[in-house]
Every structure is written in structure tokens, then in C-alpha cells.
């Protein structure tokens, strides 16, 4: 093999895997083509990724098929233990995988550290979770008649997942799923297939029985379609772009799988007048530049009452422009490059159409003189509703601040999306607190901070951000079904 990843930045260099992972074997697949992974903070080509054909990812499916039985009679406390061990590897591994995961992914090393541990945190709860999957026994109605529900693991679950988090995307699907009893076949993003399969070689050292963890990166069309169709693949659980995930839903409707969807959103972040200003900056840079602004819960719309509006852009614009860009490998780097090349493309696209609409550039606006794709912190204000910046995700280190006045007026403005997956909002009065908390459409509502995040919460979007829960003890609900047992003639 002749990528060019560096191995001895790792402790164990058998973490790096660039075949597919079917069956419990490690396989080029039958297609015999490759793809590049590339490091966007320098361009060089990582590695070659197999790449599955068709009966690469029907194989995945016949062998998890297989092993779903067995897998989902496993007593709890077995299956338990298997995910406690898998937890426990990625958490000693932690400075690997993290490594693995900015070579490809390009965040901040201290980002990706805090990624793995984040979505290890959905394997160690769900290993707990799996032992409390309980059912109910339900007053009967009639005599010698007993009702009872039961949570059975729904069977061969499949997992599509971006590259923005090219590790938790997937701990967060596979860790209740594993621990429902369901297999899962897992397609990572072409960009970020290698913190996939170190999960993958870590599973396999876990224990995890052949069959029940499979990854097969691949063309997406073709491996989604066959995701989406067999019959054998009862859920699906994917996070990505709004459009692709309204067209998986089309598709899986032709079997009607269970289908969790965590799709695009479009922040919007309120400052009010009444807010704690440091606080309020605090969140809004945590919101927005996590990740270069490369979440769906990144803070898309700043809105900001008048009162505030001019001291908290002051002292935003000063933090903004404290941000230190560079490589995710260079000590105290907090923003690292854009994924492509089409990422800046829209974050220019943006930025001109709001520019030209009277918005002003505060700070930043232009690529980075670094090069490749990173780009410059950016502070605009006097954006409006009616532009591009306000409406589409941004998806950039974009920071677009709106003006409003009035209380209604902001939840308003922030409703007036078909996104409603994250928003935050900063105030110390306690009777807004509550009306704004409510009044807002998004599934998650962040009060007083720009991070929500935790395994233990149900995270999820309404309206075309998505449907089902993930995190919590809802996540689990995505891959189970709920059998009712009706027992009669126990009359005496
Ligand atoms: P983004 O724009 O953030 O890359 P996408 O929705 O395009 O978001 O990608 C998220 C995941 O969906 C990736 O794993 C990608 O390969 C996959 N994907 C993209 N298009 C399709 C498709 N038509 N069918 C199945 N998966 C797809």
C-alpha cells in the first residue's frame, strides 16, 4: 500500500485499516477500486480505501442477518460487558484514533480527542442502557387474560454518517443499536472512512461477534440504494444533508424501515438585552467555531436586541479575531481547515451575497492566507433575514449577526426556517426563560449555552431536521420494536 499516512504518529499502527470490514474479516472487496483520503489541511493523499461494490454490502447484510439471532438472545448483561470492553479500548486509544481522526478530518487534535471521548460515552451508556430495556405488564381487561409488552431488537440495522464527526456519528448509532441486540452495517462519509474502520479493529478486539459490526465504505448511491432496499435491513439510521436524507426515506419506504434521521439545521443563537455578556459571547464562539463551523448545531443565525447588540459584537469581534488557524497537529490550534474545496465555495457564496445585500465584514471574509481550504474567522453584521446567511447553513466559521428588537419579534425571526434542530438563547429572566424555551420549534434548546451536547440527552430534530431521538434512554427506541403479548385461558 502506498498512502502516505504516517504511522508512526500512532502506538499502534494496526488501528489504520484501509479495506473493508465484512464478516469480521478485513477484505479489498470484490470491486477492486479505491478511493483517496486526503488530509484537507495539506492535501496529501492518507490512504487508498477500499471501496464495496454490490456484493461486498450484500454480504454485510447476509452475514449480519446471520449473526442478528444469536447477537439479540444474548443475555443483556453479556452484550453489556462486550460494549463495556469496546468502550474501554477506544478510551485507551483515545490519542490514536483522535490522530487518525484530524489527519482526516482536519479539526484540532484537542477537538478530536474530545470527539472520541464524547462518542466512546455513547458505548459506555448504552452498555449500561441495554440491561434497563424494560417492558411493562399491563392491568388486564379481562379475567384469566394477562397483557405484557416486551422491547425486542428490531434485526439488521445500517448506519450512513457524515464527516464532520466521523467518529461519534457513528458511537452514536452503534452503541444503542449493539446494545438493542441489532447488528449494524456501517457506511462512513467517502472523506473520513478511517476512524470507521479503527472503531471496526478495535470492535473485533472487543469481542464483538463476526457479522455484528460491519463497515463498507463505498460509492453512496449504490451502497444506500442496496442499504435501502433489501429487505433484511429493518432500520436506518442516518445523519447528513437534509436532501439526502429526505431521498433515504423515500427509499426505505419501499420496505417501511424504521427510519432515525438527524438532518440539517439552521441555528439561530438570541442575545437579549437582560443576557450575561460574557456568557453570551462564550456560547456563541462555542456554538459557532466549533469544528470551524462545521455542525448542524453551529450557531447559523446570531440574533441580537438592540440594547446588546453593539457591546456584544465588540466584544465577539475581539474573540473572533483571538482565534488561532492552523494545521489540527500545531499545539494551540482552535480552527482548523474546511473539508473541500466546495466548503469555502459556499462560505464565499454567503459571505458576497450578504455583503451585497448591506451587510458589513467585521472580521476575516477571505480565505486564509495558510492556503488549501482554511479560512478566515468572520465576523458579519446588519445581516437580514431575507439572505443566503440567514436561510441555508453556512456550515463555515461565519459568525452572522442580526438585529432585532422585540422578544416576539426573535422568535419569529428564528422559527421562520423548515430546519428546527438546535437553537440557544441568553437571557437572565426567568418568565422568558420559559416562553422562549417553548416557543421555540427545534428539539433542542440550548438556555444560557452554546453546548448541549451529552449521551445521556435525547438530541434530535423537528419540521425537515430530522426524525427520532439519539442519546438517552430514547436512543434505543430507534432500534427496537415494542411487541405486545396478549396470554389468555389463565383462569382458575
Ligand atoms: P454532506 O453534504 O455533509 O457531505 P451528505 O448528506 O451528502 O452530507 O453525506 C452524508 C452521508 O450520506 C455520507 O456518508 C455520504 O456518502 C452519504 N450519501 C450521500 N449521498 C447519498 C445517497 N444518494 N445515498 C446514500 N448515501 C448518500
Known amino acids: 500500500m502506498d498512502s502516505r499516512f504516517d504511522r508512526s504518529l500512532l502506538r499502534d499502527a494496526d488501528l489504520l485499516r484501509e479495506d473493508l470490514f465484512i464478516d469480521g474479516a478485513w477484505t479489498p472487496g470484490s470491486g477492486g477500486e479505491r478511493t483517496e483520503v486526503v488530509d484537507p489541511a495539506t492535501g496529501v493523499v492518507i490512504a487508498r480505501m477500499a471501496s464495496a461494490a454490490a456484493a461486498d454490502v450484500e454480504r454485510a447484510i447476509t452475514t449480519a442477518d446471520a449473526a442478528a439471532p444469536a447477537w439479540g438472545r444474548l443475555p443483556a448483561p453479556a452484550r453489556s460487558r462486550i460494549l463495556r470492553r469496546w468502550y474501554d479500548l477506544i478510551v485507551e486509544h483515545a490519542d490514536d484514533l483522535a490522530t487518525i481522526l484530524t489527519a482526516e478530518q482536519g479539526k ?8 472520541i471521548l464524547y462518542g466512546a460515552g455513547f458505548v459506555e451508556w448504552y452498555a449500561e442502557e441495554c440491561k434497563r430495556t424494560y417492558g411493562d405488564v399491563i392491568p388486564t381487561n379481562v379475567e384469566g387474560r394477562r397483557l405484557l409488552t416486551l422491547r425486542q431488537p428490531v434485526g439488521v440495522t ?6 464532520n464527526f466521523p467518529s461519534a456519528m457513528i458511537l452514536r448509532k452503534a452503541g444503542p443499536a449493539l446494545a438493542a441486540g441489532c447488528p449494524m452495517i456501517i457506511k462512513p462519509a467517502e472523506e473520513t472512512p478511517l476512524s470507521a474502520t479503527a472503531l471496526a479493529e478495535l470492535a473485533v478486539r472487543a469481542g464483538i461477534p463476526r457479522g455484528v459490526l460491519s463497515v463498507v465504505p463505498g460509492p453512496p448511491v449504490l451502497v444506500g440504494e442496496i442499504l435501502t432496499s433489501h429487505a433484511a435491513v429493518r432500520a436506518l439510521s442516518f445523519t447528513g444533508s437534509t436532501e439526502v436524507g429526505k431521498l433515504l426515506m423515500a427509499q426505505s419506504a419501499r420496505t417501511v424501515k424504521k427510519v432515525a434521521l438527524e438532518l440539517g439545521g439552521n441555528a439561530p443563537l438570541i442575545v437579549f438585552d437582560d443576557a450575561d455578556l460574557d456568557a453570551a459571547v462564550a456560547g456563541a464562539m462555542a456554538s459557532k467555531f466549533r469544528n470551524a463551523g462545521q455542525t448542524c448545531v453551529c450557531a447559523n443565525r446570531l440574533l441580537v436586541q438592540s440594547g446588546i447588540h453593539d457591546a456584544f459584537v465588540k466584544r465577539l469581534q475581539v474573540a473572533i479575531e483571538a482565534l488561532t488557524v492552523g494545521n489540527g497537529f ?5 480552527q482548523g481547515p474546511l473539508i473541500s474545496e466546495a466548503a469555502i465555495e459556499k462560505v464565499q457564496r454567503h459571505i458576497g451575497d450578504a455583503v451585497e445585500g448591506g451587510a458589513s465584514v467585521l472580521s476575516g471574509g477571505r480565505r486564509h492566507s495558510l492556503g488549501q481550504t482554511f479560512f478566515e474567522p468572520t465576523l458579519l453584521i446588519g445581516v437580514h433575514r431575507d439572505m443566503l446567511v440567514a436561510n441555508e447553513e453556512t456550515f463555515g466559521p461565519v459568525a452572522a449577526v442580526l438585529k432585532f428588537e422585540t422578544e416576539d419579534e426573535a422568535v419569529d425571526v428564528a422559527n421562520d ?3 428546527g434542530l438546535a437553537a440557544y438563547f441568553f437571557t437572565t ?6 416562553r422562549v424555551g417553548e416557543n421555540l420549534e427545534f428539539g433542542v434548546v440550548g438556555v444560557n449555552t452554546g453546548l448541549i451536547s451529552y449521551e445521556g440527552a435525547p438530541f434530535g430534530g423537528v419540521k425537515e431536521s430530522g426524525v427520532g431521538r439519539e442519546g438517552s434512554r430514547h436512543g434505543i427506541d430507534e432500534f427496537t420494536e415494542l411487541k405486545y403479548l396478549c396470554v389468555d385461558g389463565l383462569a382458575g
Open 330 to 334: 500545531e499545539e494551540g490550534s482552535e
Open 429 to 434: 429572566d426567568l418568565g422568558r426563560m420559559w
Open 108 to 115: 484540532p487534535f484537542a477537538e478530536a480527542r474530545g470527539e
Open 417 to 419: 426556517t423548515p430546519f
Open 158 to 163: 445500517a448506519a450512513i454518517t457524515p464527516w
